[in-house]
């Protein structure tokens, strides 16, 4: 499996961009990279995956890097809704980490 | 869209008891994912299935757990003679099929006294 490192937390302001850093130096050539967050008292749900190109949809974009070492989910206007843990995971079965969570200040 | 069920939501058993959860994935959705969470950690991968056949087990999956898909639908997942380290939120998920967005329930959480 291919090991991430997410920051253990972010804080951003409402109405402000938040960009969700994570490495996977380990990933391998086919793996797609998926994003998914968790609010408290439910499960996962998906934000967005992708393999080599940028990906954008309703609810956030995704910066992948040239050498697919690492990516960056992007919320280009963070709400109160938005604070959640956000889990970066290369490959599947889906194997997730701590994530990072985020907290939003009104 | 019904979403993923999962029942019971609660479960307190003594320690010692066997306890069974089920998962309703959504239908038509080929692949069923089973999941563990404690406090403060990322969910861990159990097991999935691809239609009826078991896939994978994770080294987690000790012989006192298994998990069933008779039918491809719902699924089963049974703890025997759980111990108090069981005690944790279990997730169920579904994909339509390899690789697309996993679906997931709002878990049943166990607790062993």
């Known amino acids: 499996d291919a090991k991430t490192t997410q920051p253990n937390s972010m804080e951003s302001n409402e109405e402000e961009p938040v960009h969700l850093p994570c490495n996977h130096s380990t990933i391998s050539g086919t793996d797609y990279i998926h994003w998914y967050r968790q609010l408290p008292s439910q499960g996962p749900e998906y934000v967005i995956h992708?393999?080599?190109s940028n990906v954008n949809n309703r609810m956030a974009s995704l910066a992948i890097a040239e050498d697919r070492k690492s990516s960056t989910l992007i919320l280009h206007r963070a709400t109160l809704r938005d604070a959640a843990v956000y889990y970066c995971?290369?490959?599947?079965?889906?194997?997730f980490g701590k994530g990072t969570r985020l907290s939003v200040i009104a | 869209d019904t979403g993923v069920s999962q029942n019971p939501r609660h479960k307190i058993t003594k320690r010692g008891q066997n306890v069974t959860f089920r998962c309703d994935p959504i239908?038509?959705?080929?692949?069923l994912y089973w999941y563990r969470q404690t406090l403060g950690q990322g969910p861990e991968f159990l097991t999935y299935f691809q239609n009826e056949a078991q896939l994978e087990k994770s080294r987690l999956l000790s012989d006192r757990f298994s998990a069933e898909r008779p039918k491809g639908s719902f699924s089963t997942l049974e703890i025997q003679r759980t111990e108090q380290g069981d005690s944790a939120m279990y997730l169920c998920?579904?994909?339509?099929?390899?690789?697309?967005?996993?679906?997931f329930g709002n878990g049943t959480r166990l607790t062993v006294t």
């Open positions: 995971i290369p490959g599947t079965p889906l194997v």
């Open positions: 998920a579904s994909s339509l099929v390899e690789g697309s967005p996993l679906h």
């Open positions: 992708g393999l080599t």
């Open positions: 239908s038509e959705h080929n692949r």
